[in-house]
T-cell receptor, first 112, second 114 residues
Framework: GAGVSQSPSNKVTEKGKDVELRCDPI?????LYWYRQSLGQGLEFLIY????????KSGLPSDRFSAERTGGSVSTLTIQRTQQEDSAVYLC??????????FGPGTRLLVL | DAKTTQPPSMDCAEGRAANLPCNHS???????VYWYRQIHSQGPQYIIH???NNETNEMASLIITEDRKSSTLILPHATLRDTAVYYC???????????????FGQGTILTVHP
């Protein structure tokens, strides 16, 4: 079946602009996760949503980062007033409950 | 999450078995061991996971020691396409606020050569 999809695959923006990254999880998966991976670094947890529970935002690096999940499906990660240090690959994953997480291909963000 | 320790890099000849070790000496009784890999410029790919018993699927085998302090991922017949970073993860699994998120370390860079 269809896996996790993310859009856009690549995004180039200017410092100070806002960006929105989209994630479409696997159908039926109740949990959705956002991670980011800076060049040459490991994956860093940002936020996760589990069903109707309040999201765990403990990994968001600043208040410029926010995410929402509409209708328990699609999620959007928004970065306001982007900075050059926000340049990274943003990865989304989904899972059925607390089970195995499956990752999307990522969105490569470059802030000039 | 239980801390995991992996060698930074390994080499393997094409067609041979690749055996990737992982130490997780602080793992608790209900924490699974997960293996993912990340091929260059792609998102992490799930490989296999286990709790106590050895596991096998179409991609790999997972051997977990009886005391659960270490495990080995086995790719039985490595190919050039198996060149990737392999991550061993033991996610926190007791209902706390960190429940569910994965903590990726530096992993093992496996290079399969002809």
């Amino acid at each position: 079946g269809a896996g996790v999809s993310q859009s856009p695959s690549n995004k180039v923006t200017e410092k100070g602009k806002d960006v929105e990254l989209r994630c479409d999880p696997i159908s039926g998966h109740t949990a959705l996760y956002w991670y980011r991976q800076s060049l040459g670094q490991g994956l860093e947890f940002l936020i996760y949503f589990q069903g109707n529970s309040a999201p765990d935002k403990s990994g968001l690096p600043s208040d410029r980062f926010s995410a929402e999940r509409t209708g328990g499906s699609v999620s959007t990660l928004t970065i306001q007033r982007t900075q050059q240090e926000d340049s990274a690959v943003y990865l989304c994953a989904s899972s059925r409950g607390w089970e195995t997480q499956y990752f999307g291909p990522g969105t490569r963000l470059l802030v000039l | 999450d239980a801390k995991t320790t992996q060698p930074p890099s390994m080499d393997c000849a094409e067609g041979r078995a690749a055996n990737l070790p992982c130490n997780h000496s602080t793992i608790s009784g209900n924490e699974y061991v997960y293996w993912y890999r990340q091929i260059h410029s792609q998102g992490p790919q799930y490989i296999i996971h286990g709790l106590k018993n050895n596991e096998t699927n179409e991609m790999a085998s997972l051997i977990i020691t009886e005391d659960r302090k270490s495990s080995t991922l086995i790719l039985p017949h490595a190919t050039l396409r198996d060149t990737a970073v392999y991550y061993c993860i033991a996610p926190y699994n007791a209902g706390g606020t960190s429940y569910g998120k994965l903590t990726f370390g530096q992993g093992t860079i496996l290079t399969v050569h002809p």
